[in-house]
C-alpha cells in the first residue's frame, strides 16, 4: 500500500539541529523528496534524493536515506527562526503518472 | 524564475453552487497535477493530466470533478455542486520531462463551502 507517515511535531531551540523523520512503505518508491510550507503559503521544494543513494547534503539541509528500513530524514543545521514551517516528505514511482504521496507533515517551530 | 500561478487565491461559495479553480502551469512543462490539502490534514493527489486527458485520478475526484486544459496555457479545475466537504485547499502542480519527476507547486487556492 502507499502510505507516508512523519512525527506531527517538532520543538527546537536557535542554532540547534532539527531532525525530522519520514517513514514509508512503498518499496518501489524511487524518488523522494522533502517540501516546506510556510503558513498560507503553498508548497516549496527544498530537497530530493533518489533511492539509489544513501545520503545528500545541500548547503544546511541533510538529507538521508535508509532504503531496508524505508526510512527518511531531513536534518536542518543551524536552524533559524526562519525555518519554523511544516516540513512534508513526499514519494513517487518512476512510472506511471509519478503522481506524490504526501506525508502527514512536521509542523517545526523554532524557539529564539 | 517560471512559476505556477493559481487564481484566485481565495473562492468562497456557496453549497451546490459551481467553482472553477485556475491555474497557470510553467510554460514548457507537459504533466499538471491537482492536490487538495483538508485543514490540518496531509495534502491529498486528486488528478493528473496529460496530452489533454486524465492519466491518473484518485477515489476523491469523482463525478463532481473534472479538469480541463482550455487553451495552451490554463489548467483548470471545476466541481459542479461544491458540499461542505470539499473546502480545501486545492493545489496546481506542473513538471517537465525528465528523470526526477520534480513537480512545481502553486501558492494554492483557499476553498471555502458556505
Known amino acids: 500500500g502507499e502510505d507516508v507517515e512523519q512525527s506531527l511535531f517538532l520543538s527546537v531551540r536557535e542554532g540547534d539541529s532539527s531532525v525530522i523523520n519520514c517513514t514509508y512503505t512503498?518499496?518501489?518508491?524511487?524518488?523522494l523528496y522533502w517540501y516546506k510550507q510556510e503558513p498560507g503559503a503553498g508548497l516549496q521544494l527544498l530537497t530530493y534524493?533518489?533511492?539509489?543513494?544513501d545520503m545528500k547534503q545541500d548547503q544546511r539541509l541533510t538529507v538521508l536515506l535508509n532504503k531496508k528500513d524505508k526510512h527518511l530524514s531531513l536534518r536542518i543545521a543551524d536552524t533559524q527562526t526562519g525555518d519554523s514551517a511544516i516540513y512534508f516528505c513526499?514519494?513517487?514511482?518512476?512510472?506511471?503518472?509519478?503522481?506524490?504521496?504526501f506525508g502527514t507533515g512536521t509542523r517545526l517551530k523554532v524557539l529564539a | 524564475e517560471p512559476e505556477v500561478t493559481q487564481t484566485p487565491s481565495h473562492q468562497v461559495t456557496q453549497m451546490g453552487q459551481e467553482v472553477i479553480l485556475r491555474c497557470v502551469p510553467i510554460?514548457?512543462?507537459?504533466?499538471f497535477y491537482w492536490y487538495r490539502q483538508i485543514l490540518g490534514q496531509k495534502v491529498e493527489f486528486l488528478v493528473s493530466?496529460?496530452?489533454?486527458?486524465?492519466?491518473?485520478k484518485s477515489e476523491i475526484f469523482d463525478d463532481q470533478f473534472s479538469v480541463e486544459r482550455p487553451d495552451g496555457s490554463n489548467f483548470t479545475l471545476k466541481i459542479r455542486s461544491t458540499k461542505l466537504e470539499d473546502s480545501a485547499m486545492y493545489f496546481c502542480?506542473?513538471?517537465?520531462?525528465?528523470?526526477?519527476?520534480?513537480?512545481?507547486f502553486g501558492a494554492g487556492t483557499r476553498l471555502s463551502v458556505l
Open positions: 510554460s514548457n512543462h507537459l504533466y
Open positions: 513526499a514519494e513517487s514511482r518512476t512510472s506511471g503518472t509519478y503522481k506524490y504521496i
Open positions: 502542480a506542473s513538471r517537465p520531462t525528465g528523470p526526477k519527476n520534480i513537480q512545481y
Open positions: 493530466f496529460y496530452n489533454n486527458e486524465i492519466s491518473e
Open positions: 534524493i533518489f533511492s539509489n543513494m
Open positions: 512503498d518499496s518501489s518508491s524511487t524518488y
